[in-house]
């Protein structure tokens, strides 16, 4: 229940409000930028709701209210109602406030159970009691929130890191959270890609695959779930396109070839299967050292601003060849 202190809106500069427990509400900047033009083109409609804790007023309710006003620059005061609250009365008008409107999001809830239960030292039931919900629904928001590694924590607190994200990275141990989130910066991966990845995470049996995710992360979910890679590039002529296209397919057949041998070759596979097979695992061999080989002759090529020089373009000068020294032995027998 809350207490109104008097019945009439008071108007307050803005610089008078305080924003302490904006760290409970999640900062959407695009929705921010819609309240900048609601604001220019309506004025303020409805009054903020704030508090008074330690002597200062405290905004409870209209951050985005707060945060418009301030960037628009043109308002100088918010009309505001104020409510009589402790600290722990403050947190559950937050969230009443904001669940009244259907505005809440469950991280915000989690913050909120988190603050009440290891800030003000609520326990579970108290907290269910407090804010009108289920002890298994505060359980839920609290692990929420702890099973949040403290990097990512802090992405989501200034809106680098979306709520749909969040609640991937905590289904991965907190130790992983740091490796997954430096890869969905690095990558720019998806909601839907850190989703397949943290699916192939949780079920890669060991160090290596979950090494190879982080590398090959889009290598490894086209593998997997059938997602698609370019196989065109605009910028390639119709040759240059057809050895893209191939070479795309080599490399995630050798990812897949890579992975079994590394995880499933020493163990899932019979005797008589080995020994069927251990012809083409030595033209296997031989055959990929002899494409490693001349596929570092052709990126030496490459880097050469991209051109080709054969003996032809330089009459005066032979070039030494890069074959693997066992085909350079070779032409050297009678």
Excluded at 75 to 92: M, N, P, Q, V
Excluded at 146 to 160: D, I, N, S, T, Y
Excluded at 166 to 180: D, F, K, S, Y
Excluded at 212 to 241: C, F, I, M, W
Aim: glycine residues 8%; proline residues 6%.
């Amino acid at each position: 229940m809350l207490h109104w202190v008097g019945e009439d809106p008071q108007e307050l500069t803005l610089d008078q409000i305080g924003e302490s427990y904006a760290r409970y509400r999640l900062h959407v900047p695009e929705a921010e930028r819609v309240m900048m033009r609601s604001l220019e083109n309506y004025g303020q409609i409805s009054p903020v709701v704030v508090c008074i804790q330690e002597g200062r007023t405290e905004l409870i309710d209209g951050f985005k209210r707060l945060g418009a006003a301030r960037k628009l620059g043109t308002l100088h005061h918010l009309s505001a109602r104020r409510i009589e609250t402790d600290e722990r009365g403050a947190k559950a008008a937050i969230y009443g406030l904001n669940r009244a409107g259907g505005r809440t999001r469950e991280i915000e809830e989690a913050w909120i159970v988190h603050a009440l239960v290891r800030e003000d030292g609520l326990t579970q039931v108290e907290v269910a009691e407090l804010l009108g919900r289920h002890k298994s629904w505060v359980c839920r928001r609290l692990a929420l929130i702890e099973k949040l590694g403290p990097e990512a924590r802090a992405e989501l607190q200034v809106g680098l890191l979306t709520p749909t994200s969040a609640r991937q990275m905590v289904r991965l141990p907190t130790g992983n959270q740091a490796a997954i989130l430096d890869l969905v910066r690095r990558e720019s991966l998806s909601t839907i890609e850190l989703t397949g990845i943290v699916d192939l995470w949780i079920e890669s049996p060991s160090r290596l695959p979950q090494q190879y995710l982080l590398q090959h992360p889009r290598e490894a979910l086209a593998q997997a779930k059938g997602v698609d890679l370019p196989t065109r590039d605009p910028r390639l002529s119709p040759p240059g396109n057809r050895i893209f296209e191939q070479l795309g397919s080599l490399l995630r057949m050798l990812a897949r070839m890579e992975v079994w041998l590394a995880h499933q070759g020493r163990t899932g596979i019979t005797p008589e299967d080995r020994r069927i097979l251990q012809p083409r695992f030595e033209k296997l061999s031989r055959d990929a050292a002899s494409v490693a080989a001349l596929s570092g002759d052709m990126v030496m090529e490459c880097e050469d601003d991209g051109r080709i020089h054969t003996q032809s373009d330089h009459p005066d000068v032979v070039r030494e060849s890069r074959a693997p020294p066992d085909r350079q032995d070779a032409r050297r027998q009678p």
